[in-house]
Nanobody
């Protein structure tokens, strides 16, 4: 069974950077799709980045494209998320999620395994 543990959240001012990490309990190469989502209270879960592990293709959500970079480390079994030029609207709980099938869909309901989340707060 796959377990995901996020780390690296915190509070920074707008324009700053944070790096999140998702530790995976199994070889990351054995997972089909792994993604970052985020959620603010009262809002739907939003896709941040979706990684096709085998092909190393990455899909970014429109609001983060050009500012966020996801990277998988097969040796460490981690999926990191480098977040630059952070904005107050990036505030939320960031979740790592895994899907054990292709295609790598964007719908959070298609992901079966979730981490506990890590809080990111951006002040203006």
């Amino acid at each position: 069974q796959v377990h995901l543990v996020e780390s690296g959240g915190g509070s920074v001012e707008a324009g700053g950077s944070l790096r999140l990490s998702c530790a995976v309990s199994v070889p990351i190469a054995s997972i089909h799709c792994i993604a970052w989502f985020r959620q603010e209270p009262g809002k739907e879960r939003e896709l941040v980045a979706n990684v096709n592990v085998r092909e190393r293709g990455i899909y970014y959500g429109y609001s983060v494209k050009g500012r966020f970079t996801a990277s998988q480390d097969n040796a460490k079994n981690t999926l990191d998320l480098q977040m630059n030029d952070l904005k107050p609207e990036d505030t939320g709980v960031y979740y790592c999620a895994a899907r054990d099938a292709y295609p790598c869909l964007l719908d959070p309901s298609k992901f079966s395994t979730w981490g506990q989340g890590t809080q990111v707060t951006i002040s203006s």
